[in-house]
């Protein structure tokens, strides 16, 4: 059964004429154009192994055309998987899974400080 997930989108304008960086998550970003069509997305990691293991991931499974590593420039994580063309599935799911996580160890840090007080 599918779930449905609302994710709240961080906009940023890039240019004046409407080009948008789109934040889904901490590791999933998208760029779209002045129209709203995707043009490239991000998918961060914290290694440049696990960024170089998911590029040829994808792009064994043609789940995009086209796929380049490098130092990020759109997230806060160290290195990011720039994406042409990536399936709207796979940004969902990586958003979703990213933050399912990020929840997660949100509500175990809160845990640890509500132990640490008493």
């Known amino acids: 059964m599918n779930t449905l997930v609302c994710m709240e ?6 240019t004046s004429d409407g080009w948008t960086l789109n934040i889904l998550s901490k590791r ?3 760029i779209t154009d002045p129209l709203g069509i995707r043009k490239t997305s991000y998918f961060g990691f914290n290694n440049e192994k696990d960024a170089l293991a998911f590029q040829n991931y994808i792009l064994e499974k043609s789940l995009c ?3 380049t590593v490098r130092q990020s420039e759109r997230l806060t994580t160290n290195y990011e998987c720039k994406v042409w063309s990536a399936k709207t599935e796979l940004i969902t799911f990586c958003a979703t899974k990213d933050l399912e996580t990020s929840s997660q160890e949100s509500k175990e840090d809160a845990i640890v400080a509500i132990q640490s007080v008493r």
């Open 9 to 14: 989108v961080k906009k940023i304008e890039l």
């Open 28 to 30: 999933v970003a998208t």
């Open 65 to 67: 055309t086209r796929a």
